[in-house]
Every structure is written in C-alpha cells, then in structure tokens.
C-alpha cells in the first residue's frame, strides 16, 4: 500500500463531498504561508479566528442518523493527533456533533455511510 500524503487524502475527499453534494468546507488551517511574512500573516489569521486544530473537514448538510453537523480529521496511515485536535475532538463530541479520525478515502465512505448518508462502502 502507497502511503498518501494528507493532501492527497484531502483532495478525494473533496472529489467525493462534491459528487454527493453536501454542503461543506475545508478550514485552510495548514495553508502554506511561504515567504518572509509568514510569521506576520500567521498572525493576522490567528487574529482573525483561525483557530488550531480544527477538523480538516466540516459537514453543515446535517447527518441522516442524528440531524447533526459532522467533523472529520484527516490524518496518513501513520499520522498522530496533536493536542490541539485532541481538545477539538473533545470539544465537538461533547457538544453531541458526529466526529472522525479518516485515513483514507474508503474510511470517510464507511463513517459517512455510518451516519446515515446514502453512499455506498468500498469493501
């Protein structure tokens, strides 16, 4: 098996959110801010209310099971939760919203079909 990087992961999920024509969206947490004002526009995000370790994956299209938002954090095959994504879990699943550790397309196909959406499982 391949190891995918996690954009990689990212971008066939966002394939597979459109073709099923959820309303949802990526927060651009981990965009590249390359240059000599990444510390400045770092900042400025962080002032604006870029919050870390927020899931990779927000879904508003409310979940068959239980009517509510879901929460996916994409990770590779043998990437960790920061602290940060710890808290964030925590903080979600409390509030009774659907959340998910997914490192591969197929486990996002599995969990979304767990909550009740109409897709179909890869075996």
């Known amino acids: 098996m391949i190891d995918e990087r996690e ?4 971008r066939m999920v966002a394939v597979l959110l459109d073709g099923m024509r ?4 990526h927060p651009p ?3 590249y801010l390359g240059g000599a004002n990444r510390a ?4 400025q995000l962080k002032r604006q209310g870029l919050k870390s ?3 990779d994956v927000v879904i508003l299209t ?4 239980n009517g509510r938002a879901c929460f996916i954090e994409l990770k590779t ?3 960790r939760l920061s602290h940060d994504q710890r808290v964030w ?3 979600l699943e409390g509030l009774g919203y659907n959340w998910a550790l997914c490192r591969h397309v197929d486990d996002v196909l599995s969990i979304l079909h767990e909550w009740g959406f109409d897709v179909i499982p890869k075996k």
């Open 40 to 43: 400045r526009a770092g900042a």
């Open 53 to 55: 370790g927020v899931p």
């Open 7 to 10: 954009s990689d992961i990212q």
């Open 89 to 91: 879990k925590g903080k």
């Open 62 to 65: 409310p979940a068959p099971s």
């Open 77 to 79: 095959r043998t990437g």
């Open 22 to 25: 959820l309303t949802w969206f």
């Open 29 to 31: 947490n981990g965009a």
